[in-house]
């Protein structure tokens, strides 16, 4: 068969799979993505960029509406690119945001269209109000609410959708649901495993004498994951027990919370707001390569792992499969991936105070925690594991299983 993949990122959560199907010489893949250097062997990566940025007299609630069909019709051209190369493809999995999957269906009329789809937009009781309800105006509510334009014309278009969790599926209208499956990408087990002798020494940190380490990994330092709490936290975890440090991976962004003005960032903001922080013992690590990530995991004595109820990060998974001892936000979507076995310490963690209280009495190390991290590997291996995920997503692209028999595939 042709596959064509489109996803803004490259290879996003697309990439063991794509790399899985491109070793088969039963297919050939594509994929398109506006990731500007990506490049592979095997798969033909091909490049879109929207030709302008929305205009500033859009209304504000179209911004991203705009900004979505701006590089819709930049993968629309970018399509056709491909078809004059000679590649129609019979089946296309695209990621949903960014409206980048807006136009697929007009370019590939008779391919058949997997959506991956991971938030429907809720102004209420959900991730936008969950750290201050009062704060969710009507102008906002009906801006968050347009959000979900683009996402209602895609699942018209799509034959199926694919969602990681019961949770982020439950957000999607109850009339688009029998079009959606429940499906996670997973994470290799393998990779991320327990290793009780994994080196301590890191470029610039070495945590060879740290015998207790709380650690703390995220895309971006804010809000939505929980940092400024954490910071609260740890200020006075650190003055009751003398022997932690604490280690932070993750860049100094603002991904998915409101920015704050004047240009400060959270950790500026928590850094300012905390100023007997010990930072002898607060390590701030930045970005790390991926064995250096893993290690860090696999020293960590407590994991934190803290959000909204929002998209649930990898993470998350990865730090259950390297065995970690977690404590977590106590929201539906942490729940659900740490499983009905309470493999975790769970805490709401807009509560400052509570919040301290269950990183210090997750510290020890007893048989609680060995149980604990022996329950939070065995479920990433049983739930998440790509070893067992990839063939249902293999057999969905194939359409068999959810999804009927193939039909009219290209042979190549």
């Excluded at 596959?3 to 490259?10: E, G, K, N, Q, T």
């Excluded at 794509?18 to 088969?24: F, G, M, V, Y």
């Excluded at 209208?173 to 994994?198: C, E, R, W």
């Amino acid at each position: 068969m042709n596959i064509l993949f489109v996803h803004r990122d490259f290879p996003g959560q697309f990439g063991a799979l794509a790399e899985r199907l491109a070793q088969s010489t039963h297919h050939r893949v594509a994929f398109i993505t506006s990731a500007m250097n990506a490049v592979h062997a095997t798969i033909m990566v091909r490049q879109f960029r929207a030709h302008r940025q929305p205009a500033a007299t859009t209304h504000h609630y179209l911004h991203g509406f705009e900004a979505g069909v701006l590089n819709g019709q930049a993968v629309f051209e970018a399509c056709h690119h491909l078809a004059r190369e000679g590649f129609t493809p019979d089946v296309i999995l695209g990621h949903c945001g960014w409206g980048v999957t807006l136009y697929l269906r007009e370019a590939f009329p008779l391919a058949r269209l997997i959506g991956y789809f991971e938030w429907y937009y809720q102004p209420h009781n959900s991730d936008a109000d969950y750290l201050d309800p009062a704060a969710m105006t009507p102008d906002n509510a009906c801006r968050i609410r347009t959000l979900n334009a683009p996402l209602l014309m895609t699942l018209e278009d799509v034959d199926l959708g694919l969602i990681p969790t019961a949770f982020q599926r439950s957000l999607f209208p109850q009339s688009y649901q029998h079009k959606l499956v429940t499906l996670h990408d997973g994470i290799d087990t393998d990779y991320f495993m327990p290793n009780a002798a994994a080196d301590r020494r890191f470029d610039g940190y070495d945590y060879s004498n740290v015998n207790t380490l709380v650690t703390f990994a995220t895309r971006g330092m804010e809000p939505y994951r929980g940092f400024p709490e954490f910071m609260q936290a740890i200020a006075g975890l650190l003055q009751e027990h003398k022997d932690v440090h604490v280690a932070i991976a993750g860049e100094d962004q603002t991904y998915y919370s409101r920015r704050l003005p004047n240009g400060e960032t959270y950790k500026e903001r928590a850094l300012r707001e905390l100023p007997g922080l010990d930072l002898t013992r607060v390590h701030f690590m930045g970005t790390l390569a991926r064995p250096d990530y893993r290690r860090l995991l696999q020293i960590s004595t407590v994991h934190a792992y803290l959000t909204v109820p929002f998209v649930p990060s990898w993470s998350l998974v990865e730090a259950m499969a390297c065995g970690c001892r977690i404590v977590a936000s106590d929201t539906k979507p942490t729940r659900e991936i740490l499983g009905p076995d309470s493999c975790a310490g769970f805490v709401d963690h807009r509560d400052v105070g509570a919040l301290e209280k269950v990183l210090a009495q997750s510290l020890r190390y007893d048989a609680m925690a060995l149980q604990l991290r022996e329950c939070a590997r065995k479920r990433a291996v049983s739930a998440f594991s790509q070893a067992t995920l990839l063939p249902r997503w293999e057999q969905i692209i194939a359409g068999v299983g959810e999804t009927g028999t193939p039909e009219n595939a290209t042979t190549v």
